[in-house]
């Protein structure tokens, strides 16, 4: 069975810490790897990964991913308040063609001033 | 804001209530998706539509039914729900239909509750 697995689930940290989020994934026909933040609402899109070993960067954000080792990771500088936030990593399966996420369960991080 | 809406965005009904989701996307997306977000667990996607045609789906119960008129509306049809349906209902739509390669946009879910 395809499963998606996220580490740690909760994490608190003070403002200015680095953090690193973790995913791995079991999935058989592995098609890509987005990297969501969900706070009281809608998640909002951070990174989709296709390719092992190239890091995307936004800001204080970056995530790369390991297709070798199967696991990706989210890492946070200088982390914010406003990083507070449940982090969601989805795995996009490809043999349906449907477009179909395998969602782990989040890492609820909590950043405090 | 990303494009996609939902209404409403709580919702209280009993057992033996008939209700309707609404989903609308204003991205010029073709494909239309219902997911399930119950506390301490993952995501579980319910629906798929592509180009109107409903692609996935995933085991869901028949006290669930989608609907898609049209590429820009979604629908998700309650009846004779029970307490452990009580969830977020979050729809999301992508560009493409061709799996996985396209981000998906949610919308801000439906908090329901059934008594």
Not at chain 1, 68 to 97: H, M, P, R, W
Not at chain 2, 29 to 49: G, I
Not at chain 2, 90 to 100: E, K
Request: with cysteine; glycine share 8%; proline share 4%.
């Amino acid at each position: 069975e395809d499963k998606v697995v996220q580490s740690p689930l909760s994490l608190v940290v003070h403002e200015g810490d680095t953090v690193t989020l973790n995913c791995s994934y079991e999935v058989t026909n592995f098609r890509s790897l987005l990297w969501y933040k969900q706070e009281k609402k809608a998640p909002t899109f951070l990174f989709m990964l296709t390719s092992s070993g190239i890091e995307k960067k936004s800001g204080r954000l970056s995530s790369i991913l390991d297709k070798k080792e199967l696991f990706s990771i989210l890492n946070i500088t200088a982390t914010q308040t406003g990083d507070s936030a449940v982090y969601l990593c989805a795995v996009g399966e490809g043999s349906s063609n449907t477009g179909k996420l395998i969602f782990g369960q989040g890492t609820t991080l909590q950043v405090k001033p | 804001e990303t494009g996609v809406t939902q209404t409403p965005r709580h919702l209280v009904m009993g057992m033996t209530n008939k209700k309707s989701l609404k989903c609308e996307q204003h991205l010029g997306h073709n494909a239309m998706y219902w997911y399930k977000q119950s506390a301490k667990k993952p995501l579980e996607l319910m629906f798929v539509y592509s180009l109107e045609e409903r692609v996935e789906n995933n085991s869901v119960p028949s006290r669930f039914s989608p609907e898609c008129p049209n590429s820009s509306h979604l629908f998700l049809h309650l009846h004779t729900l029970q307490p452990e349906d009580s969830a977020l209902y979050l729809c999301a739509s992508s560009q493409g239909r061709r799996g996985s390669l396209y981000e998906q946009f949610f919308g801000p879910g439906t908090r329901l509750t059934v008594l």
